[in-house]
């Protein structure tokens, strides 16, 4: 039998302050490779990645890999807890293997507050040449990166507000790939033909409304998995959220505008961008092509929306056989947690937890204490299965939860606050069950969609509601569960979830890379001969 060789695709990436224009005026910016946003990953399905990350800045740096599972291998996934920051003037090379997946993603800078300065990029992950696409070739692929923006505040002062336990003010301006200034930016396309756009979220914290004036947009794929193509005339799409879809050009020649405004927010933020027919004589110059109306009832016009995207069964994804193959409706629930965010004040400075525990990093990074058997760093169960009754208040810990390799288990996202949430896990991807509003009980599992729910990284939890979504633990590791509300998850809104395997073998996990950085106590620690 001969044996397949996999591609190897090589990037040389320098991280760098710099000055960016996004709103016409000069901002202080993290670049990569003098790119803001950075420089856009494209890659085939089982591709290995490799990543070499100089870190120009003066204080410590990680990217991280938002919806790419690292499979058996979380030392790579770019968080603190599972990968020793980048020193500033150091390197470090990432190797990353793009395992079973296809789809649209981003990556981003985990570390402090550094995703507000920029250092974001686009990811994509093509089918293999003989893996069947449920969608004809489309005649141009064009990457959004939108999300809300700070035009007043550098990165570093908004640390030094959280650090100090104040909130932060709400973000000021939406970006569409850097541009905050209305039709600043263009999309040229030809009348007849058929286009993708991939909208990734990559803001702090509002959820976004896309929309193509006069054009409506054919949902094809969210997050890796291609989904029943139903037609939308705009899409909500939340925090660290990523769609992807087809919009053919079949109007009028003339310049449309392409709006993004935020949702759910009691100020509307709006910015534009131009979709330039070629043949086009009309140009958009006036903020009245930004006129909007939204729904009377944006939050029940939301979750009607969000339970309308569904998996196509018959379609393939990374491999040629139908998604629909694995029917994860008839596997039986090993165990459900309930997590339930709050927020409070600890020592008069603001806070946020999951079942009233507000994660606070340790000295070392778990998955390297995990890996070298350092005591002391964190405790599994140190975060309950449940919400504690009674509230309590909050305390601070290092949260883990312990969980076995093959289990399969139920999480239900409880939101009793009045602002719309968004959770990622990584290292996986899950299927959305269920949502709606109120308080999620036994009963409510009456409502989940168990044939062919959506299957993607990060959800939503709208206000005062629930959301229900299954995970099958096939990937060991130490992964990262976070609200992508990134003030709330610098002040403790994570945890992290450790699938744990007795038997130790590289058919489960691979071994900690060999050019990997070691801090904290796992500093002085050996280093493997050899890894797969």
């Known amino acids: 039998m001969r044996l397949l060789k996999i591609p190897t695709v090589f990037f040389d990436w320098r991280v760098t302050y710099g000055n960016i224009y996004p709103l016409g005026i000069p901002q202080r910016g993290i670049l990569i490779n003098g790119q803001f946003p950075g420089p856009e990953i494209y890659s085939v399905t089982n591709d290995n990645l490799i990543i070499n990350v100089h870190n120009d800045l003066d204080e410590p740096f990680l990217l991280s890999w938002n919806g790419v599972q690292l499979r058996k291998n979380s030392y790579q996934d770019g968080v603190y807890g599972t990968t020793c920051p980048i020193p500033p003037g150091k390197n470090y090379t990432y190797s990353i293997q793009v395992k079973d997946q296809i789809g649209s993603f981003f990556y981003f800078p985990s570390l402090a507050f550094h995703k507000a300065a920029g250092g974001f990029g686009g990811l994509r992950i093509l089918s293999r040449p003989r893996i069947p696409v449920p969608f004809p070739e489309p005649a141009g692929d064009f990457t959004f990166l939108i999300g809300d923006w700070y035009s007043h505040h550098d990165h570093k002062n908004l640390k030094a507000l959280l650090d100090r336990g104040h909130r932060l003010p709400l973000p000021d301006k939406v970006l569409i790939n850097g541009h905050g200034v209305s039709f600043s930016s263009s999309f040229t396309v030809h009348k007849g033909k058929t286009y993708r756009f991939r909208i990734s979220n990559v803001g702090l914290q509002h959820s976004l409304n896309f929309k193509i004036v006069d054009h409506q947009m054919k949902l094809v794929e969210v997050e890796g998995t291609h989904t029943i193509q139903s037609m939308y005339s705009s899409l909500d799409i939340h925090v660290g959220q990523s769609y992807s879809v087809l919009v053919t050009m079949d109007q009028p ?13 009691a100020k509307k933020i ?45 379609a393939s994804g990374p491999r040629p056989n139908p998604q629909g193959s694995y029917h994860y409706g008839q596997i039986n629930i090993s165990r459900t947690l309930v997590l339930e965010s709050s927020a409070a004040l600890v020592k008069r400075k603001q806070r946020y937890a999951i079942n009233g525990v507000s994660f606070v990093h340790s000295d070392t990074p778990l998955k390297l204490a995990d890996y070298f058997n350092i005591r002391g760093v964190f405790k599994v169960g140190s975060i309950p299965d449940q919400p504690r009754r009674g509230g309590g208040g909050i305390r601070l810990d290092t949260a883990v939860i312990g969980a076995n390799h093959r289990a399969f288990i139920e999480i239900v996202f409880q939101n009793r606050e009045k602002i719309v949430q968004s959770y990622h896990l990584d290292g996986y991807s899950f299927w959305v069950v269920g949502m709606d509003r ?21 959800t939503q939890v709208y206000p005062e509601s629930w959301t229900a979504i299954y995970v099958a633990l096939d990937n060991v590791g130490m992964w990262n569960l976070r609200s992508e509300f990134w003030a709330r998850q610098y002040l403790g809104q994570q945890l992290y979830l450790r699938v744990y395997s007795p038997v130790h073998s590289l058919r489960d996990e691979y071994l900690v890379p060999k050019n990997a950085l070691l801090c904290g106590r796992a500093f002085n620690m050996q280093r493997p001969i050899s890894t797969p």
């Open 253 to 265: 020649e003339k310049d449309y505008s392409i709006i993004v405004t935020t949702r759910f927010a």
């Open 438 to 458: 109120g308080t999620w009980s036994h009963a409510s599992r009456q409502e989940y969609n168990l044939m062919d729910a959506v299957s993607r990284s990060t």
């Open 270 to 314: 709006l910015v534009g961008s131009t979709l330039h027919y070629s043949n086009s004589k009309q140009s958009l110059t006036s903020s009245a092509s930004l006129s909007t109306r939204g729904p009377a009832d944006e939050l029940d016009w939301s979750i009607k929306q969000a339970r309308s995207i569904r998996t196509n069964l018959t």
